[in-house]
RNA sequence: GCGCCUGUAGCUCAGUUGGAUAGAGCAACGGACUUCUAAUCCGUAGGUCGCAGGUUCGAAUCCUGCCAGGCGUACCA
């Protein structure tokens, strides 16, 4: 529809220019946008506004002139009109709507897409949480937008790749199998201080008691290191191993996941180290190795080698970010937690230094979630081992709800996440009020069935049937949806698709109360029944975006 | 101190990349179930878009400076 209006300015133009009415033939890409007031049209553009400049001359005259000269477009638009500064609006034929629906169904699943990745490969890492405990509500958010972001990018035409990247190496995973050592000598009656920045969680108790059925005592007889590694990569592998579990229940499958010790195993770090210090990239300074991060918009080098030796976390990543990219990724992006932001100068500076174009590496930054309870804050402390897991969440409130609620927020706003809001079945909680559509629909066409109306299969009869305004305004809602999807998948934004089914879901369900699908008049409820047919079908279509499910009964 | 994010109705938030009279939900008040699912709908009320300048035909949106809140600022991860 906007791309046959802007053809038919496009039209008028270049005769307005031909006949002489306009003194410049060099006209401006024409923007066409929907306007915010109803009184103002279906369609608008300041075409003529931003003309005013070249044709120099007053943007209303310039909207009389293209008015003037447009031709041929009497089936389509009713009136035209000229508003405010220079704007000019479209009135479109009501009965010119109803036929556009038969995109909906020709498209099937794939309506709303549109092909902005043309088959080039993109990956997305997210969650990506340390093997050193279950998962909380903030890697659930983290999940939640950076699989509705996968799932865009694929809609859209990318060829998508979901990653995680376990962080197996270093200190931490030392930390964890302290941890479960510690746990398990008290086990066997060797009880020590337990330190405090070691893992507090009762999983941590799990596991040592797990350890003890399997090896007995034996690890006490295992010099310190050992033991102390035993149980780290047995701890850790048993957290993974809960993590992608947990993931799955959530919906969330990763096509990849890639372990940190890997990149030291196979030499990959070492050999990117040797590599930069040969450029002079990395240097050496008061014993440790530098990378030199601030010639690429770093406030300041960064530590790649400690004084002891040992490598930073950075060292990693540097090499792990250099694999992604030799993997052919046009576009890598991470998903990280808002706290990690202070990391992102150092890492498109690595990549930079790289060779690689650091635009072509993204980060999406998900703030923080605060877990209440009924307006209530509930504890969230890691180290005191009394947070809420994801799998608490998703066991209490239900997976669609927990995923729905992540996507209700723009990701760079802090998430309020009441445990009692999410299990309401009510307004307050709108996931409810969008599967409902869905469910709603389901229960008009199986009474169609039952009642022997055969399916709506969008005969011109039947749409013709389609001229009350509220089946104009919902034909309206249904057509914009792939300007929504479109918008969400360029700015990786998927709450735009949140708000766009909840307004969708609005409409309808004001429509359910203002018109009747199965009516007498066969014809009507033939149409009507296409576009039910049509609202149901994009509600499923957007749902399946975010990751939610469509339900057939409420 | 410096950096990033946020500031819009009483509360929680959108706002089509600079457009016309700034929109939803909740909470408040008043209505609608003999009809395809009331997990719904209709109506009323609610605003100095943090503050002050600037850019232009036009600013919640862009630029500058303040104010407030959150996060970050390690040879931690």
């Known amino acids: 529809m906007k791309d046959r209006i802007r053809g038919l300015l496009a039209d008028a133009a270049r005769r307005a220019h031909t006949a002489g009415a306009l003194p410049s033939g060099d006209f401006p890409d024409i923007d066409i946008e929907v306007p915010k007031v109803e009184a103002h049209g279906d369609f608008a553009t300041n075409f003529a506004m931003i003309m005013a400049k070249i044709q120099r001359m007053a943007p209303r005259r310039i909207a009389e002139i293209i008015i003037a000269h447009l031709d041929g477009a009497a089936d389509l638009i009713a009136k035209t009109e000229i508003a405010g500064p220079g704007f000019i609006n479209f009135h479109i034929q009501p009965a010119a709507w109803a036929p556009l629906l038969k995109a909906i169904p020709a498209a099937g699943e794939r309506y709303g897409a549109v092909d902005i990745g043309c088959g080039r490969k993109v990956q997305v890492e997210f969650v990506s949480s ?29 060829d998508v790749q979901r990653e995680y990247y376990i962080n ?17 000598r008290a086990l066997h009656g060797r009880h020590a201080d337990f ?34 590694m035993t149980c780290a990569r047995f701890a850790a592998e048993r957290i993974i191993a809960g993590i992608r579990d947990d993931l799955l229940d ?94 992102i100068a150092r890492m498109k500076a690595s990549v930079a230094a790289s060779g690689i174009d650091p635009e072509r590496f993204e980060v999406i930054l998900v703030q923080l979630v605060n877990l209440l309870r009924a307006g209530a804050p509930v504890a969230m402390s890691t180290r005191a081992g009394a947070f809420v897991t994801l799998q608490d969440v998703v066991r209490e409130v239900g997976r669609d709800a927990a995923r729905f609620i992540f996507l209700t927020r723009h990701y760079a706003n802090t998430l309020d996440f009441d445990l009692e809001v999410a299990k309401q079945k009510s307004n307050d909680n709108p996931v409810y009020y969008v599967q409902y559509v ?21 005969a011109d009869e039947c749409l013709a049937r389609l001229d009350t305004a509220e089946d104009v305004a919902l034909i309206k809602h ?14 990786m934004e998927p709450h735009r698709i949140t708000f766009y089914l909840m307004n ?43 990751g939610v499910s469509a339900p057939e009964r409420m």
């Not at 389901?442 to 969008?458: L, T």
């Not at 429509?511 to 199965?518: D, E, G």
């Open 478 to 491: 249904l057509l914009r949806y792939p300007d929504a999807v479109l918008a969400a998948a360029r700015q």
């Open 504 to 546: 969708l879901a609005g409409a309808f369900h004001s429509y359910y109360n203002k018109q009747r699908v199965l009516v007498e008049d066969p014809d009507t409820s033939r149409g009507r029944l296409y576009l039910v047919a049509a609202v149901q079908a994009v509600i499923r279509n957007g749902l399946t975006l975010l």
């Open 250 to 343: 959530f919906g969330v499958a990763f096509d990849r996941w890639f372990s940190e010790q890997s990149l030291y195993d196979d030499g990959r770090v070492a050999r990117s180290i040797e590599a930069f210090r040969d450029n002079g990239q990395i240097y050496e300074s008061e014993g440790a190795l530098w990378f030199n991060t601030s010639q690429y918009g770093d406030e300041k080098d960064r530590v790649v080698v400690r004084g002891n030796g040992r490598t930073t976390y950075f060292a990693s990543d540097i090499a792990y970010h250099q694999e992604k990219f030799e993997r052919g990724f046009e576009r890598v992006i991470d998903v990280w937690g808002a706290d990690h932001h202070g990391y």
């Open 168 to 184: 197996d190496s270093g200190r931490q995973i030392r930390t964890l199998g302290h941890s479960v050592l510690l746990r398990y």
């Open 438 to 458: 869905h469910a709603r629909i389901a229960s008009i066409r199986r009474k169609a069935a039952e009642n022997g109306i055969a399916a709506a299969d969008g």
């Open 195 to 228: 330190p405090e920045d070691c893992y507090q969680g009762d999983y941590i108790r799990d596991l040592a008691r797990e350890m003890k059925s399997r090896e007995g005592d034996r690890l006490l007889s295992l010099d310190e290191d050992e033991a102390l």
């Open 130 to 158: 340390n093997p050193t405990g279950p998962l909380h509500v903030g890697h659930g958010r983290g999940a939640a937008v950076g699989d509705a972001v996968a799932n865009l990018l694929a809609f859209c035409g990318y």
